[in-house]
């Protein structure tokens, strides 16, 4: 565990919950038409930007654009200019670097092997390092994302193919990831050691298609073939036949598993399947658990949608109480709205959900949420029942209490800028958000609804740091960064 004051992170307010999503397909026609479609499934992980590469045996393509997939890709003309049978596309909440548009990836470098393209899901523990080194030592960074490092490792490396070049480079990185690379014939999927980071296989008319979640492959009507596994790196290359090959190459020493927690309380959509495990059914089992942790008296149980949905129908159903859609959450209002005055940044909240009187009105209300990070949501929406007439709020929270920053890829507070460092009990913290009583599923409640099984202490069955502390991999950016200057706010995320 590393000590609290030595972790840093920096945050805009309200947008925990966001990372990014990839999708990769070789081999099949209208390639990035498939890859649009995928991108659109996965837009619940970055709706920042959004980008494709394809290539057509001659030249490869890049579309980039700020704002939503289908706010560009649905145009024709647009996929028009993305020909080929392969191609790869990345959805972007921006967690490293600055919003624009020399960000948005795929990213893409010509290397003396040939052009290629990355996208990449989670962060590099030692990304900052790294590209430190990279600037030292002669090279041009043209972007301010630490995915940048794997082209500038690849681009160095003196493996004289693109795939093994690829696997050099990428074994000199730590951190959470899942990370696709396209060359002219190749396809290349790789997770991190420890699995932090989600990525699965599947196969549409029997090509290759690599993802960050099922949903993506739900779409277009893909089958799924199984989930990459941890540390393991997947190439698939076409023939001049057309025929297409694929070598796994498996880590010499494999470390167990440990799939971030924060995939089933929050990224991941619930139809989708996240290590073998439904995310619909992990999220409903939060909600029974809870209820059996924390019972209370109430008229009508109420999630924030859409993060408390599952979990409140859980709690409902444990719980004997109905359930009832007490808040309406307005689906066109995107993150990237304008809020120029204090006057209308007051209104934000009711900008994404208002309260439904009807059955909010005289009413004790157990309020279900998935988690509470800085708790500046949950006062607003806390507030907006009771002007809509509840007599009693009762939050309960489907998750433990966040104490610490993340380095994997989820975009989090200072420490001291979380709820749960800012108040000593739990009294305080409810008086705080104004709810009549409060409480946090357990660390143990979390695990049984995820694997059935308590958390082992010893060696942990989840990355599940942000609750615990208990880091999976080094910190090799944020040490550096403390030992160097203490005042520093690090910006190591994606």
Known sequence: MIPPNKLYAQIDDDILHEECGVFGILGEKDAAAITALGLYALQHRGQESAGIVSYDTKVFHAEKHMG????????????????????????????????????????????????????????????????????????????????????????????????????????????????????????????????????VMGNLNGKPIFCSETCALDIIGAQYTRDVENGEIIICEIQKDNSITITEIKPEIKKPERLCLFEYVYFARPDSIVGKRSVYTVRKNMGIHLATESPCQGDVVVPVPDGGTPAAIGYAQKSGIPFESGIIRNHYVGRTFIEPTQQIRAFGVKLKHSANRAVIAGKH??????????????????????????????????????????????????????????????????????????????????????NGTPRNNIQPQFTDHYFTGHYPTRLIDQENTFNSDQSSVLKTHR
């Open 365 to 450: 209300v157990i309020l279900v949420d998935d988690s509470i990070v800085r708790g500046t949501t949950s006062i607003k929406i806390v507030r907006m029942l009771r002007e809509a007439g509840a007599k009693k709020v009762h939050l309960r929270v489907a998750s433990p209490m966040i104490f610490y920053p993340d380095f994997y890829g989820i975009d989090t507070p200072q420490m001291d800028k979380l709820l749960a460092n800012q108040y000593p009990d739990l009294e305080a913290m409810c008086k705080y958000i104004g709810a009549d009583s409060l409480s946090f599923l357990s660390i143990d409640g979390l695990y049984y609804a995820v």
């Open 68 to 199: 939503l997939v289908g706010d560009h890709y649905t145009n024709p003309k647009t996929l028009a200019r993305l020909p080929g049978l392969m191609a790869i596309g990345h959805v972007r909440y921006a967690t490293t670097g600055e919003t624009a548009l020399r960000n948005v990836q795929p990213l893409f470098a010509e290397l003396e092997v040939g052009g290629i393209a990355i996208a990449h899901n989670g962060n590099f523990t030692n990304g900052l390092t790294l590209r430190r080194q990279l600037i030292s030592a002669g090279s041009i960074c043209q972007s301010t994302s630490d995915s940048e490092v794997i082209l500038h490792l690849i681009a160095r490396s003196r493996y004289r193919s693109s795939s093994d070049r690829f696997v050099d480079a990428i074994r000199q990185v730590e951190g959470g990831y899942a990370m696709l690379a396209l060359t002219r014939t190749k396809l290349i999927a790789a997770r991190d050691p420890t699995g932090i980071r989600p990525l």
